[in-house]
């Protein structure tokens, strides 16, 4: 099965239309590794497509409300995007504010999704703060 027919069925399930800029927005998510900050997503659908500013932010809105991405901030005064999918953790650094995403420990996995089907939440985020070694480097200089 292809890429695009199966985010056009995400797009389905998730009760939202199916059009190009959505096609294209949850096709540049499943290709990212990384979280995507909105201006990244806006180049590249005003490149693929000539979508505007305003068309990119109410597609973000839509895949939120609707549980398709996580919004994620961490303090850089920009919002970063990724899937709700995703099983891994965030490493921020607090000096650049760099982010790095890691893989997701079983064992830490298994211990938050049991608190949260303890505690009723639906979803939970996990960030750790390092100094990364750019930082590091620059600190012992």
Do not use: W
Not at 52 to 68: K, P, Q
Not at 75 to 102: F, I, N, T
Not at 116 to 134: D, I, P, Q, R
């Amino acid at each position: 099965m292809n890429m695009q027919h199966d985010c056009r069925t995400e797009l389905k399930q998730a009760d939202l239309q199916v059009t190009p800029a959505r096609l294209a927005t949850l096709q540049l998510f499943e290709k990212h590794e990384e979280s995507i900050d909105a201006q990244h997503l806006l180049e590249h659908l005003q490149t693929q497509l000539g979508i505007d500013r305003v068309t990119v932010f109410r597609i973000l809105n839509a895949f939120v409300t609707h549980g398709l991405i996580t919004k994620l901030e961490f303090g850089e005064g920009k919002a970063r995007y990724e899937l709700s999918s995703k099983d891994h953790y965030h490493v921020v650094c607090p000096v650049c504010r760099k982010v790095v995403d890691k893989k997701e420990d079983p064992t830490l996995h298994s211990l938050l999704e049991e608190r949260a089907k303890k505690y009723g939440y639906s979803a939970h985020e996990l960030k750790f703060t390092k100094v990364c070694e750019s930082c590091e480097r620059k600190e012992k200089n």
